[in-house]
């Protein structure tokens, strides 16, 4: 049998003189050689697994194979939703945000998103599991203008996969068709009804029929407080917000006497409106009314709130006034509308500009959307939707005058 000669690569480190020499310091070898009697070589053998189509790696090898490219080994929500939030504080310290809007966000993200998501890989986000994300927020109940919102807030974490390099674009979201329910106003006959009650149940403390579970209303709300009956007044004839009237302080309301005799309000911004708005001439009467009322408890300064001024904490009197708008209501059988929509202190502002489309004359509807500081698409959308053929009657009635 023939003996073979295999070739070795061996450091120099003779004391003979290298062989080759170069300016970099560069290690020099020489060749030897030497016997593979003891030791045959290593066989190489092609691996062919690539080829033969056999094997089919699953989705934790393939997101395994990709973590490691990346030197990531989990994509997790909880941390691409602090990243975002992060973001997102830093458009309301510039102003391109409120922080209302801000506390949406984070509750959102907060809650079920991260809830559904806490054991995905986000890269592995696509349109099935954004279905089943939707069919998971419509078992909670929740309208479809909501789950929109929530899909909105998605849509920011899988935008910052997309700007980090993570995914290569955004995947397909599902198409939604929105029914839009707007909050059920109330007709003449309900507002004046709801008037008289407001001022009837100031003689009545709410009956507590729960004594086991905790009452989370102050007993000094328990009766129907004074100012109650005008905040619903003052409500119907300024077209303000639920927000608007938690933060509104005396410093922001005008008393205007003139050709015109109305209140000029400039409450703190709310969604992205800060321009100041007019009031009926009804107003003043019911504010002149309010302030006599709160000076004579102490209050009535300037930086003072102009409703229950004694409540500090503006979240907690904003649900005050909710709780006892709806003992209102209920107690009169008016929470529900004629259709079941649900009714509640918010309504008194669709109220309000339904009361304008109907007895305001020629009114455009620019100019009542600016002053109620919402848009025309809004009104049209939301408000106008409402109007019942019997509400403008005197229209349908009228002739053409030759």
């Known amino acids: 049998m023939a003996q073979h000669n295999v070739y070795f690569i061996n450091n120099y480190t003779g004391s003979h003189q290298p062989v080759w020499r170069t300016n970099e310091c560069i290690p020099v070898v020489r060749w030897s050689l030497s016997s593979m009697a003891a030791k045959p070589p290593n066989e190489f053998k092609l691996n062919t697994t690539a080829f033969s189509g056999k094997k089919h790696l699953s989705v934790k090898e393939k997101v395994g194979l990709s973590s490691k490219n990346n030197n990531n080994p989990f994509i997790d929500i909880h941390h691409i939703i602090q990243t975002v939030l992060a973001q997102e504080k830093h458009k309301v310290a510039r102003h391109e945000v409120t922080e209302g809007t801000y506390r949406m966000t984070k509750v959102r993200l907060e809650t079920h998103i991260a809830a559904f998501f806490h054991h995905t890989d986000l890269r592995q986000i696509n349109m099935g599991s954004i279905q089943r994300f939707i069919d998971y927020l419509s078992d909670q109940a929740l309208s479809t203008p909501t789950i929109v919102g929530y899909i909105a807030q998605l849509r920011k974490v899988l935008r910052h996969l997309v700007e980090h390099g993570h995914i290569a674009q955004m995947p397909l979201f599902p198409k939604m068709k929105i029914t839009q329910k707007p909050r059920g106003a109330f007709t003449v006959t309900e507002y004046a009804a709801i008037l008289r009650q407001s001022k009837l149940l100031r003689q009545h403390e709410f009956a507590w029929d729960k004594p086991d579970t905790r009452f989370h209303i102050k007993p000094i709300y328990r009766r129907m407080p004074f100012e109650m009956n005008g905040l619903i007044r ?55 009314t309010l ?23 503006r979240l907690r009197c ?85």
């Open 291 to 313: 302030l006599a009322h709160q000076t004579a408890k102490g209050f009535g300064k300037p930086d003072d709130y102009v409703f229950f001024p004694e409540e500090h904490n």
């Open 318 to 402: 904003l649900n005050t006034i909710g709780w006892l708008f709806n003992w209102i209501l209920n107690s009169l059988g008016l929470k529900a509308g004629p259709h079941g929509a649900d009714r509640s202190f918010y309504s008194l502002r669709h109220t309000a500009i339904t009361f304008r489309l109907i007895f305001g004359g020629n009114i455009d509807l620019l100019t009542l959307a600016r002053n109620a500081r919402t848009s025309v698409e809004m009104i049209e959308k939301f408000y106008a939707s409402t109007l019942s053929a019997e509400m403008n009657i005197s229209l349908l009635h009228s002739k053409r005058r030759s």
């Open 234 to 288: 003052f409500m119907v004839y300024t077209f303000l917000r639920p927000g608007d009237v938690r933060q509104l302080k005396h410093k922001h309301i005008e008393i205007i006497s003139g050709k015109f005799h109305y209140l000029r309000l400039t409450p703190p911004e709310i969604k992205r409106h800060k321009a100041p708005t007019v009031s009926l001439p009804q107003a003043v009467r019911v504010y002149k």
